[in-house]
């Protein structure tokens, strides 16, 4: 990981790491609570004494301090070395802490760095992308088992518990964002959270779940209908369905995140429910749920092998319900490599 760091640190003399993702990715620190910092041809570690036996255990080849004042032991050591320029997380940093770098080192240039360190972990190595692999795994083991679950009567906040107690059950170390199930109605919003709702005849049940191994994330969504089908719902559930596979047909090497939205979109449009696809196709998943490259209208990223993103196409009807249908894959020289194993029929229980 630290090899892909050389290449910023020929231009700037320090990169200032403080995300707990790019500590763990580029030192392997998983506390989360601490700083990283390259320069002057070292590294260190800055983490307090909760932390200080796990970062000697996760970390080699740093030199590690412990310390309460993360940023100002780091800061120190870039005032004290005449540091001229330092990358900095500026996504990641309070306006607070800016300024007191900003102070502490007055002389040099601060240079916000965040797109350029995440452009970084883009492209994920073989040990990575097996850890997604597992847990996309278990996620779509969860999918199988809640199957037996929805029923008339249950409520939305059972159905997300009974996943994530599944998934934590089968291998998880937890989850990678807060579980999204709901019925009716509520499927319209995108992001809607479980609710006391208990779900009835007739009702779509969109669930959009994963979980972490190993630090990194997975992710998908399956709605399902709980009786038979109306038209419309049909109709919606299986123009999703085939704008996913329009999607999933367009993503490999050499295309650019947008033109796999676009792909996926224009098919909805002429379904007639373009108005009603109102986020972009996908993002890319590692140790955060949701990292480049976007699959969205504006994204100019060209995808690479060994990236690996979700494609996950929705049509959201208020006052009538939703569909969303996303797997997660891997981005291959001419085509992608699917890691979700779930149907995508739709599902009536
Ligand atoms: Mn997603």
């Known amino acids: 990981m630290n090899k892909k760091l050389n290449e910023i640190l020929k231009d700037t003399a320090a990169v200032l790491i403080t995300s707990p993702h790019n500590m763990r990715y580029f030192s392997g620190f998983s506390g989360g609570e601490g700083a990283v910092l390259f320069a002057f041809d070292k590294r260190f570690v800055f983490t307090d004494s909760r932390y200080?036996?796990?970062?000697?255990?996760?970390?080699?080849?740093?030199?590690?301090?412990?310390t309460n004042d993360y940023l100002g032991s780091a800061c120190k050591i870039l005032s004290e070395n005449c540091c001229q320029k330092v990358l900095i997380e500026d996504n990641e940093i309070s306006a607070r802490d800016y300024n007191r770098i900003s102070k502490a080192l007055g002389n040099s240039e601060i240079v916000f760095g965040s797109e350029k360190i995440n452009t970084l972990r883009m492209v994920k190595t073989d040990e990575e992308i097996e850890k997604i692999r597992e847990a996309e795994e278990i996620g779509s083991k969860a999918f199988e088992h809640i199957?037996?679950?929805i029923k008339p009567d249950v409520c939305e906040k059972d159905i997300a518990l009974e996943i994530e107690y599944f998934m934590k059950k089968n291998g998880a170390d937890g989850i990678s964002f807060e579980t999204i199930a709901i019925s009716g109605k509520r499927t319209s919003l995108p992001h809607g959270t479980p609710s006391d709702k208990k779900i009835q005849k007739g009702d779509f049940v969109t669930m959009?779940?994963?979980?972490?191994?190993d630090g990194y994330c997975s992710d998908m969504t399956r709605t399902v209908v709980v009786?038979?089908?109306?038209?419309?719902?049909?109709?919606?559930?299986?123009a999703v369905k085939t704008a996913q596979q329009i999607g999933l047909d367009t993503i490999r090497q050499g295309i650019r995140g947008c033109d796999a939205d676009k792909a996926a979109r224009e098919y909805i449009e002429k379904c007639g429910f373009g108005r009603y696809f109102r986020h972009s196709l996908g993002h890319g998943v590692g140790l955060l749920v949701h990292e480049l490259p976007n699959l969205s209208p504006k994204s100019e990223i060209v995808l690479e092998e060994n990236m690996v993103v979700s494609c996950e196409p929705g049509i959201y009807i208020p006052d009538f319900g939703g569909v969303r249908i996303e797997d997660l894959v891997i981005v291959k020289k001419n085509r992608c490599?699917?890691?979700?194993?779930?149907?995508?029929?739709?599902?009536?229980?």
């Open 337 to 349: 490599e699917n890691l979700t194993c779930a149907t995508k029929e739709l599902i009536e229980l």
């Open 227 to 238: 009786g038979k089908p109306s038209d419309e719902q049909k109709k919606i559930y299986n």
């Open 208 to 213: 959009d779940f994963g979980c972490t191994f």
């Open 147 to 149: 199957l037996d679950f």
């Open 52 to 66: 200080i036996e796990q970062a000697e255990n996760e970390t080699t080849d740093f030199l590690l301090t412990e």
